[in-house]
T-cell receptor, first 112, second 109 residues
Framework: DADVTQTPRNRITKTGKRIMLECSQT?????MYWYRQDPGLGLRLIYY???????NKGEISDGYSVSRQAQAKFSLSLESAIPNQTALYFC???????????FGDGTRLSIL | GQNIDQPTEMTATEGAIVQINCTYQ??????LFWYQQHAGEAPTFLSY????GLEEKGRFSSFLSRSKGYSYLLLKELQMKDSASYLC??????????FGAGTRLFVKA
């Protein structure tokens, strides 16, 4: 089983819909991250969490919200999806900031 | 990432050596990560440099110069499977890691 699991793997939806992307991990890491990846722009940080009570905005948090339900679970929500949120979304974990991040397989999200 | 510069694309021949450069802003710098990402897949960790100098791991080596804000990833004995994007990432201040846009490497026969 994967250490970092993202669901769904693919999603197509319409403008205005509410969408939740789920991430769960079995690595026991405190830190969890959500990124989006667009062609030519690399990985951009949306939100990050250092523990269950700690949530921080990344560089592109507008239009997104997150919930850290437990150490192992970190979900990303798009309250009212818009087409420019079409992207590949990755969840990642790490034990500390100076250790490698471990990524899930990604969620490919298309908003029509 | 706005703090990271690396070439967009590179092409090299199977069996050859290729060097992928990365420059970053030095303010608050802690260390420099390199990740490999095959198309449509998750990034995977290659190396992390904190001190100046070259670190070697098999066919892959990574170099860091803190004073120059410069790093490179060196890939030797290139194989077709090395065709991927290589992401340089700047770890700053313990809070977050800033990723570059990545360098797409094409290895040709």
């Amino acid at each position: 089983d994967a250490d970092v699991t993202q669901t769904p793997r693919n999603r197509i939806t319409k403008t205005g819909k509410r969408i939740m992307l789920e991430c769960s991990q079995t690595k026991g890491h405190d830190r969890m991250y959500w990124y989006r990846q667009d062609p030519g722009l690399g990985l951009r940080l949306i939100y990050y969490s250092f523990d269950v009570k700690d949530i921080n905005k990344g560089e592109i948090s507008d239009g997104y919200s997150v919930s850290r339900q437990a150490q192992a679970k970190f979900s990303l929500s798009l309250e009212s999806a818009i087409p420019n949120q079409t992207a590949l979304y990755f969840c990642a974990t790490s034990p500390t900031g100076d250790q490698p991040q471990h990524f899930g397989d990604g969620t490919r999200l298309s908003i029509l | 990432g706005q703090n990271i510069d690396q070439p967009t694309e590179m092409t090299a021949t199977e069996g050859a050596i290729v060097q992928i450069n990365c420059t970053y802003q030095t303010s608050g710098f802690n260390g420099l990560f390199w990740y490999q990402q095959h198309a449509g897949e998750a990034p995977t960790f290659l190396s992390y440099n904190v001190l100046d100098g070259l670190e070697e791991k098999g066919r892959f080596s990574s170099f860091l110069s803190r004073s120059k804000g410069y790093s490179y990833l060196l890939l030797k004995e290139l194989q077709m499977k090395d065709s991927a994007s290589y992401l340089c990432a700047d770890h700053t201040g313990g809070f977050k890691t800033i990723f570059g846009a990545g360098t797409r490497l094409f290895v040709k026969a």
